[in-house]
């Protein structure tokens, strides 16, 4: 049984970090601004369902470039990647896929040759963070979320940060939409025994 399923879209990623993170973090997200780049929306609610329980402010951050995104994240201890290229191997996994260092020659030396073999290139099979218009006729862009729930924990003045994003691949300059197996046919295929049910 296959069953489509958007892959697309995971989980929120959920940080407990420092108010003084998140300050840092703020500084980024106004950069190339003269003023502090204010939330897109502010939210107050009730948590019930997970501790700490209370009312709180949620303040949300939307951001719809992704050079903008590479601003924010990029370090020069690790710069952001916000394409990755991957190898697929024949039993359907996938490996990182690292470009092998080349070397330069001089424009004569390429030229004398007669023959050139064009570089032979693996099947290109990449995932891509989804930010902003992706098609000419999509009719909001996809954000780049960020979440702040200050003061979950009050007295260590650690809060809550939330990031909400979206990812795409594609294979050979092509978006590819993936399907995915249903969790119990992957089970099943993994693990045959737990397919026998014994009725008593």
Known sequence: MQVVVNAGK???LVFHVPQAFFDALQQRISMGSKKKRLPNSTTGFVR???LPLGTF???T???TNVLHIK?????PEMPLEITRSFVENRDGTYELFKCPKVQVESIAE???RMEKQPTIRPLEL???LRVGNMSPDQKAPTPFIIEWIPDILPKSKIGEMRIKFEY???RNGHIEYREQQSSLEQTMELSPSLATINVH
């Open 110 to 112: 390429a030229y004398s």
């Open 61 to 63: 951050w939307q951001i």
């Open 71 to 75: 601003q924010i994240f990029d370090i």
């Open 126 to 128: 990449k995932t891509f």
């Open 168 to 170: 795409g691949h594609h």
């Open 48 to 50: 019930k369902d997970a």
């Open 10 to 12: 995971p989980e929120p």
């Open 57 to 59: 402010s949620k303040y």
